[in-house]
T-cell receptor, first 109, second 117 residues
Framework: RKEVEQDPGPFNVPEGATVAFNCTYS??????FFWYRQDCRKEPKLLMS???SGNEDGRFTAQLNRASQYISLLIRDSKLSDSATYLC??????????FGPGTSLSVIP | GAVVSQHPSRVICKSGTSVKIECRSL??????MFWYRQFPKKSLMLMAT?????????EQGVEKDKFLINHASLTLSTLTVTSAHPEDSSFYIC?????????????FGEGSRLTVL
């Protein structure tokens, strides 16, 4: 089983739609969780950290469920500019950073 | 946020030559930098962890004699692809963690696209 798994997609959604991405991780001792965004042929950029209490940043909401070893990212009111690959990132107890394979999102006019 | 600069952004070379890629942290000191490789439509694969003043730590399956890493200062790490072959063509990205950030909060260079003919 891979350490971090994501639905590869692609997710094709119309503008204004709400879309949710899921991510699961296998190491129960994982400590920190993040969502990164990567545009085509560009470097990844940190989108947001994920906390147990959940956190929201504008149209983006991230949730962590430690019991189920599950992370989610919800995007509301999708914009064309949200089209990208979203990478789930997990750090282990010894600070190793593990990237998920990414989920591709295309927002369609 | 913190700035990491990578150079060159694109390089084309002949098979058998060596290519050096530089990764600089512009506004912070980085005792540790990371080098990744990314194939089309795939996620980042960690190649090695670059440690200032000491040898790099390579991931399993990555040839240390093929991918030479030097981290001579707190703001510069270099990756040299030696005797490059077409299968080395890829997108190479570096990242660094500012000391004030938490593990996993990475800042990436712009990436270097290597094409070996």
């Amino acid at each position: 089983r891979k350490e971090v798994e994501q639905d590869p997609g692609p997710f094709n959604v119309p503008e204004g739609a709400t879309v949710a991405f899921n991510c699961t991780y296998s190491n129960s001792a994982s400590q920190s969780f993040f969502w990164y965004r990567q545009d085509c042929r560009k470097e990844p950029k940190l989108l947001m950290s994920v906390y147990s209490s959940g956190n929201e940043d504008g149209r983006f909401t991230a949730q962590l469920n430690r019991a189920s070893q599950y992370i989610s990212l919800l995007i509301r009111d999708s914009k064309l500019s949200d089209s990208a690959t979203y990478l789930c990132v997990v750090t282990t107890s010894y600070d190793k950073v593990i990237f998920g394979p990414g989920t591709s999102l295309s927002v369609i006019p | 946020g913190a700035v990491v600069s990578q150079h060159p952004s694109r390089v084309i070379c002949k098979s058998g030559t060596s290519v050096k890629i530089e990764c600089r942290s512009l506004d912070f000191q980085a005792t540790t930098m990371f080098w990744y490789r990314q194939f089309p439509k795939k996620s980042l694969m960690l190649m090695a962890t670059s440690n200032e003043g000491s040898k790099a730590t390579y991931e399993q399956g990555v040839e240390k004699d093929k991918f030479l890493i030097n981290h001579a200062s707190l703001t510069l790490s270099t990756l040299t692809v030696t005797s490059a072959h077409p299968e080395d063509s890829s997108f190479y990205i570096c990242s660094a963690e500012p000391g004030t950030s938490e593990p996993g909060e990475l800042f990436f260079g712009e990436g270097s696209r290597l094409t070996v003919l």
